[in-house]
């Protein structure tokens, strides 16, 4: 433990040297960084360090546990699992036992904050917070945005659990840049946020984004936004990802289905971290997920991210994810399609890949899953990129890196549920029809 901690402390001061003189040139379309970015950004950099987990192993090893504790006494008997079995309970992962079974799911919604696992399990989104319906799909009025809209909700200050009166599709007008402690919960409607331009987490903690559609984002001008009840700013033009996540802490992304958006599907930069994507459904892409944007940005050695129990499907090509610096836990995801490769990287991160199914594509030059970008092998060969239980289809195979990691703590590594697991454990991944007064 005290190895740990004397690693968070070097960590701290790497951290902040870096941060100070490297992020205010970084390119963060804040075309006025004031004050009040500044203090963000800063707020932003210690909030980062207090989510950040000295012992990741712990993180791992509680959602390997929690899946094996989960499907004991349940491998295939005794459950009603069958789509036309309308009040069975679907849930086939410990995410969604949390919640899903319960037909009062619609009273209950605020129990989802207690649901997440991996690295972002602590995001508890508007919690503590009022619920607030919004009732207009618009999005006109980018400094004074109406009440009843999305807008309107994500730049209040006090904490607010989003939920949607009626199915809608929101076209962003410019990026929706959100405020700490916020929950989009688009259960119970069909919420498509799409044609539009990105969701904006920037510099904020403590965001959960769940069941919503995000698709065809492309990027916004820019111009006077207001990102906050009491500032508003000059934004140069966004990026075009499903979600952007600069210098974020504290986030949860569940039940989304993404596709087909002009940069990334999620994108986490910028000192991002303690983060869980999981039950997502992913297609139609090219470069699906990004975590870390320069290999000159050590600030994002705090980069702690989860993804769990998602489906990378059909038409994708590459970057599931492509990481750097940071720590990132693969686990029980089913890769059923990719065109170039599924999981890449460069400047050292590590990657944990357990239990995960992984299907190669037909074109005998991509059948390997990992790929390293910017680094000979005799440099790249001690990163540590570890596959263990990972369920190797049509070819795939994943080429690993570094020793078996070895942590602080003296815990050895829990085994994750294998790949063969995976076709279930993912089974209802993406968006989902909740339908009040019946199990979700
Ligand atoms: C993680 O740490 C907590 C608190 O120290 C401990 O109670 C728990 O058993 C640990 N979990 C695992 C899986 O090691
Ligand atoms: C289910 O799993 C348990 C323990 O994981 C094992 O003991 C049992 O034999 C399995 N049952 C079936 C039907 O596969
Ligand atoms: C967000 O919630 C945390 C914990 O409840 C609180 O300390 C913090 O002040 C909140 N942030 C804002 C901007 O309200």
């Known amino acids: 433990m005290e190895e740990a901690l004397h690693h968070k402390l070097l960590l701290l001061i790497a951290f902040f040297i870096v941060a100070a003189t490297v992020l205010p040139i970084v390119e963060a379309n804040i075309a006025n960084f004031d004050e009040v970015w500044q203090k963000r950004a800063e707020d932003a950099r210690k ?131 959100m405020t700490d402690n916020k929950t989009i919960d688009g259960r119970g409607a069909l919420v498509q946020i799409s044609n539009g331009a990105q969701i904006t987490i920037q510099f904020i903690k403590n965001v959960i984004i769940h069941n919503v559609h995000v698709r065809n984002h492309y990027p916004g001008n820019g111009g006077l936004i207001r990102d906050s009840v009491d500032h508003f700013g000059i934004r140069t033009r966004s990026d075009g990802d499903g979600i952007s996540l600069f210098g974020a802490s504290n986030i949860w992304i569940d039940h989304v289905s993404m596709s087909n958006c002009a940069d990334g599907l999620i994108d986490a930069i910028e000192g991002s971290t303690a983060i869980t994507i999981s039950n997502c459904h992913f297609t139609q892409h090219n470069e699906v997920m990004l975590f870390g944007a320069s290999d000159s940005f050590s600030g994002d050695e705090v980069m702690q991210i989860t993804v769990a129990f998602n489906h990378f499907g059909q038409g994708l090509i590459q970057r599931m994810p492509r990481a750097r610096w940071g720590f990132i836990h693969v686990v029980n995801n089913d890769y059923t399609h990719w065109l170039m490769y599924a999981i890449g990287g460069s400047q050292h991160p590590t990657i944990i890949s357990q239990g995960n199914r992984f299907i190669a594509p037909q074109d005998p030059n991509c059948k390997e899953v990992t790929k390293r970008d910017y680094a000979p092998e005799s440099m790249w060969k001690s990163w540590t990129w570890r596959s263990e239980d990972d369920l190797m289809m049509n070819g795939a195979f994943f080429v690993q890196s570094g020793s078996p990691i070895r942590f602080a703590s003296k815990e050895e590594m829990i085994r994750a549920k294998p790949g063969s697991s995976v076709t279930r454990l993912v089974r209802y991944a993406g968006a989902l029809k909740c339908v009040a007064g019946k199990p979700c």
Request: glycine fraction near 6%; aromatic fraction near 6%.
């Open 47 to 177: 909030a980062a360090l207090d989510a950040y987990h000295p012992d990741p192993l712990n993180i791992t090893n509680d959602l390997n546990r929690r899946v094996h504790e989960d499907t004991r006494g349940n491998n295939g008997t005794g459950r009603k699992l069958r789509d036309n079995e309308d009040d069975a309970c679907m849930a086939t992962n410990p995410i969604d036992r949390c919640w899903r079974c319960d037909p009062n799911w619609a009273s209950n919604r605020k129990k989802l904050a207690d649901c997440a696992l991996g690295f972002g399990h602590q995001a508890t989104g508007g919690k503590d917070g009022r619920f607030y319906e919004v009732t207009d799909p618009s999005d006109d009025d980018m400094v004074n945005p109406k009440p009843g809209t999305l807008r309107y909700a994500v730049i209040q200050m006090e904490p607010l659990w989003i939920t949607f009166a009626h199915d809608m599709e929101i076209r962003l007008n410019e990026e929706l840049i």
